[in-house]
């Protein structure tokens, strides 16, 4: 039986491991919190880097230079229009609306914390209030999330310990 992508429903080869075809398996990869988070971190570290900004800007300005007058003309009033929205009384009240704020706040945290499972992010904002650092406080709740190499070592400890218990109570009841 073949198999089909379930986005679009072509026909995937035998060796296909995703589960769907080339572009849909890249569409889910690049729309994924865990990509997003790698790709905002990795233009974070770029434009750091005061040597790589600067050649990124001189690309860019290169760009302008090789465009036409009209096409300038035409992109200079596009930025003045999206200024101009972005000014208008709507759109700042909409920003400053606690809804706005609460429905950013909540898409920045899925992002920052996708390794998170929900119920413990408020686990993890009160470890790392306590903690040296927001790494060491990931790191503390590790063993709490499932899937986790942490998680698997510390079910095998608790079976471990369940285990001794049990043995230690036998032998003491067979004396
Ligand atoms: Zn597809």
């Known amino acids: 039986m073949s198999r089909s992508c379930p986005d679009c429903g072509k026909v995937l080869q035998p060796n296909n491991k995703s589960g769907y075809c080339a572009p849909h398996a890249?569409?889910?990869?690049?729309?994924?919190?865990?990509?997003?988070?790698?790709?905002?971190a990795a233009r974070r570290d770029y434009?750091?880097?005061?040597?790589?900004?600067?050649?990124?800007?001189?690309?860019?300005?290169?760009?302008?230079?090789?465009?036409?007058?009209?096409?300038?003309?035409?992109?200079?009033?596009?930025g003045k229009r999206m200024v101009s929205t972005l000014q208008s009384p709507e759109i700042k009240a909409k920003c400053k609306a606690p809804e706005t704020k609460a429905a950013s706040a909540?898409?920045?945290?899925?992002t920052m914390l996708h390794w998170c499972p929900a119920d413990l992010i408020p686990t993890y904002r009160a470890l790392s209030k306590k903690l040296a650092s927001?790494?060491?406080?990931?790191?503390?709740?590790?063993?709490?999330?499932?899937?986790?190499?942490?998680?698997?070592?510390?079910?095998v400890l608790n079976n471990q310990d369940a285990q001794r218990i049990r043995h230690e109570r036998d032998a003491a009841q067979s004396y």
């Not at 900004?53 to 290169?62: F, G």
């Not at 909540?106 to 899925?110: D, E, L, N, P, Q």
């Not at 709740?141 to 499932?146: D, E, V």
């Open 134 to 155: 927001a790494q060491d406080a990931r790191e503390a709740l590790m063993p709490s999330i499932a899937g986790t190499a942490a998680h698997a070592r510390r079910t």
């Open 106 to 110: 909540a898409k920045r945290t899925a």
């Open 26 to 40: 890249l569409a889910r990869r690049n729309a994924s919190p865990e990509q997003k988070a790698c790709v905002a």
């Open 47 to 78: 434009l750091a880097d005061p040597v790589k900004r600067a050649a990124y800007c001189a690309s860019i300005r290169k760009g302008m230079e090789n465009m036409s007058a009209a096409e300038r003309q035409r992109r200079s009033e596009q």
